[in-house]
């Protein structure tokens, strides 16, 4: 199954704007919130809320982890794709803009079929995807400014901590893909995000985070709102029903959108602005993810110039109706 099933392609673009929106919720909730404790309290309320969803509808031996792999997706969700991916990048996001921080975060389908080609006999990674990944890569250093001068600081800031969140997320990503879970994805899912809120209330104690230190404005509430239902249980119902349909490779391809989404709601929202040299690496990174992209952006690309031709022809033959009946 691929994205150009209509249903796989709303899901798509839900799962985009939806994950879009996280960059600017952790930039605001976190002027109130130390990070960690912010993405555990996050993961706390997605748990709740997933776990009544999946014990309303489901049966209870649905909800049994009967196997290895059941494990396996469910340690690699919880501790790689959710926990330490969000943990590192809320750390990060302190440092970075909500669209830097996103675009970075965008590096997710270039580290995807790296390890896809390593660890999934079925997703390798072809010469033209090397092209792109590279590319990609060239992309991210341009967004971050990179340079001689400035490559010892990026290496130790905000920068690096969230591009090691994206390395968490796609090799957990792939690990999911790999051990061929039994369970369905939402049930995986409703298991993994507590595992992903206990790692990260641990992490959140070991670092010295306190909870007195939070204050609980209604900015900070909105925020965990919005990162606990809307960007955390259904977000991730949504993408990990992705995974299971369209591969590592293809699903991941939602952190190329999610920058659009972040960089708006941080204009909009927060006040942020971004640089041209940003903006142009963003170009750059779009560019890779096309020549990824591109078995599945072709049959899209023909469609979109098939229904513009057919405007055209359509909205010609009713002019040059029109100027007929005129001149009768």
């Not at 996050?42 to 792999?69: K, N, S």
């Not at 995807?129 to 490559?151: C, D, S």
């Not at 595992?195 to 007195?212: D, I």
Request: glycine residues 12%; charged residues 10%; positive net charge.
């Amino acid at each position: 199954m691929t994205l150009r099933n209509h249903r796989w392609s709303a899901a798509f673009l839900a799962v985009s704007v939806l994950f879009g929106g996280t960059f600017v919720a952790a930039k605001a909730g976190l002027a109130d919130i130390p990070p960690l404790l912010l993405v555990a309290v996050r993961f706390d309320l997605a748990a709740l809320v997933l776990g009544g969803y999946v014990l309303y509808t489901h049966d209870v031996r649905d909800l049994i982890p009967r196997t290895r792999g059941d494990i396996a997706g469910i340690l690699a969700a919880g501790v790689l794709a959710i926990g330490l991916a969000n943990g590192l990048l809320f750390l990060g996001q302190g440092s970075v803009t909500s669209g830097v921080g996103a675009i970075l975060f965008a590096l997710v389908p270039i580290f995807t079929p790296l390890f896809a080609g390593v660890l999934l006999s079925d997703e390798q990674l072809s010469a033209t995807g090397a092209v792109g990944t590279l590319l990609g890569l060239v992309g991210v250093g341009m967004v971050i400014e990179l340079t001689p001068a400035t490559l010892r600081a990026t290496l130790t800031g905000g920068a690096a901590i969230v591009l090691a969140g994206a390395v968490s997320l796609a090799l957990g990503t792939v690990l999911i893909r790999r051990s061929s879970p039994g369970l369905s994805s939402t049930v995986r899912t409703a298991w993994a995000l507590p595992v992903s809120a206990g790692l990260l209330h641990t992490l959140s104690f070991a670092t010295g985070e306190s909870v007195a230190a939070a204050t609980w404005t209604p900015s900070a509430l909105l925020s965990v709102g919005y990162l606990g239902v809307f960007a955390g249980a259904l977000a991730y119902i949504i993408h990990f029903n992705l995974l299971d349909a369209v591969g590592a490779t293809r699903s991941s391809l939602v952190f190329y959108v999610s920058p659009v989404v972040a960089t708006l709601g941080g204009w909009l929202l927060l006040g942020e602005s971004l640089s041209a040299m940003t903006v142009a690496g963003f170009g750059v990174i779009v560019v890779g993810f096309g020549i990824i992209g591109a078995e599945e952006l072709a049959p899209l690309a023909r469609r979109g110039r098939h229904r513009l031709a057919t405007w055209w022809r359509t909205t010609a033959n009713s002019r040059a109706d029109a100027g007929r009946y005129s001149s009768e």
